[in-house]
């Protein structure tokens, strides 16, 4: 039994010591014992694959910086903490909000519960800019279009606070009784361990993701507004799955990038920032967002079952180059460059008819960056069903998109091996190539290379029909 009084600081999607906002707090009140919970009272499909291989090494990192002293449990948080208070002389439990309906649900019954007992209980935002709930119209409704959310209401309201630094002589104590090992949390496959590649292609922990945004301000931002569309290039930041566990916050990434010299480049890193916050706003006030079309309207879209061409699409199968070209990248990197996402997202809705919910089903599971906000939102919005949406006439061509956004076919050629001594003019579409060009770069269609599993045209002009019936 432990006689001085202690706080914990619950981590979830905040695994930083800097500008840890509940972290700092609860340093302040005294001894802190840092926790991680793996929930397994969440959904099923709370977090995917690629991202329980991320958590794995996040943690690692973190426990590592708390030299280490983050305990880690597996169960029911309500549960845990419970136990962790009838051994500790607990006064308090600090952590920073998540905004998932899930995580609200199940924080505000932890919170009650635990005030009940006499506890402090204090939760703090650590994830975002502003809370959903400040940003509204003047009549008090939330925004359902991006460009007002951000311009009228996210840039009216007061800049965001500055960065906190990590809390300095911070007293820790660890649960040597009761705490699990990283590997005992089970987030690594246990036999086909395709983890590996995935490891090879990122560095997880709050320094890793320091250094990346460092080489991003060094030599990304100032071609950012037009070089973000170019996969070939690295004028992308790449801090999405960094800020999804919380490795760094958006107030750092906003006000580093705020310090540089001001120019449309800037203004559109910080706009992206506002996407993010747009997406949990989405989610905050439409709970259901991740099951149900945000237009209604789409509840009886006829939707195609093709379990064939799913596969396809998931493989990087489909005999369209572009297309591939990202679904390979997702599978060998748990990444894929944003103009592509979609590009890969069109295909699917309106090119092969699936449900948009397959292709968010697949790239949570997938994505090591997969968010449940901005997934949900963006697979909407590409689909037509959003409150934001792309127009449903808006049909992205992967020839076209290929050609004008990876003109040296460096993108596409890099994941598609098998097509890359075809000459630019046929590299996106290869079934266009005569055989004698073909027969020369030493490609069979049907054989070393799929025969496009849709006609692009034909498909195009079926969705913008079956979209007329709304």
């Known amino acids: 039994m432990q006689k001085e009084s202690v706080f914990i600081h619950w981590f979830r999607n905040d695994l930083r010591l800097k500008d840890n906002p509940a972290l700092v707090a609860a340093a302040k009140r005294g001894t802190v014992l840092p926790i991680f919970i793996d929930d397994i009272m969440q959904k099923k499909d709370f977090r995917g694959a690629a991202s329980s291989v991320w958590l794995h090494h996040s943690l690692s990192s973190l426990h590592g910086s708390l030299g280490g002293k983050l305990s880690l449990y597996r169960g029911d948080p309500m549960k845990i903490l419970e136990e962790i208070i009838v051994r500790y002389d607990v006064k308090g439990v600090f952590w920073n909000r998540c905004y998932e309906p899930y995580s609200i ?65 911070i007293k820790l104590v660890y649960d040597k009784e009761k705490s699990l090992s990283i590997d005992q949390l089970k987030l690594l496959p246990e036999k086909n361990r395709w983890d590996r590649s995935l490891k090879a292609c990122w560095d997880m922990g709050e320094s890793a993701a320091a250094k990346q945004f460092a080489l991003f301000l060094k030599k990304g931002l100032a071609h950012y507004k037009e070089g973000r569309n170019i996969p070939s290039k690295p004028y992308v930041s790449r801090m999405s799955p960094y800020l999804h566990f919380g490795e760094v916050s958006p107030n750092q990434l906003l006000h580093a990038a705020l310090k540089q010299k001001s120019d449309e480049n800037v203004d559109c890193f910080c706009s992206e920032l506002g996407w993010r916050e747009f997406s949990y706003s989405l989610l905050y006030y439409n709970p259901e967002m991740s099951e149900k079309n945000l237009q209604k309207k789409f509840d009886s879209f006829p939707w195609k079952k093709d379990t064939a061409a799913l596969k396809a699409w998931q493989k990087g199968k489909t005999g369209v180059p572009l297309v591939d070209a990202g679904m390979r990248e997702l599978e060998q990197t748990g990444y894929m460059h944003n103009r592509i996402r979609m590009v890969v997202a069109s295909f699917l809705v309106k090119n092969l008819g699936i449900h948009w919910k397959e292709g968010a089903a697949h790239f949570f599971d997938t994505l090591v960056d997969a968010d449940l906000a901005s997934n949900s939102a963006s697979w909407q919005w590409v689909a037509g069903c959003g409150v934001d949406a792309a127009p449903f006439f808006r049909i992205f061509n992967p020839v076209t998109q290929g050609k004008k956004f990876d003109p040296q076919g460096e993108y596409t050629r890099r994941f598609v091996p098998e097509i890359a001594s075809l ?44 979209f007329k019936i709304l």
Do not use: M
């Open 105 to 169: 649900h199940r924080d505000t019954k932890i919170k009650k519960k635990l005030k009940e007992q006499g506890l402090e209980v204090v939760s703090y935002n650590g994830s975002l800019l502003w809370e959903p709930s400040q940003v509204k119209k003047s009549d008090g409704t939330p925004y359902k279009v991006f460009t007002p959310f951000y311009r009228r209401g996210c840039l009216h309201l007061e800049t965001p606070r500055t960065p906190l630094p990590s809390p300095s002589n």
């Open 423 to 466: 000459p630019d003019k046929h590299l996106f579409s290869p079934w266009e190539a005569d055989e004698e060009t073909l027969s020369e770069c030493d490609i069979k269609l049907g054989d070393t290379y799929p025969h496009p599993i849709v006609d692009l045209k034909k498909s195009r002009a079926s969705a913008l029909q079956a």
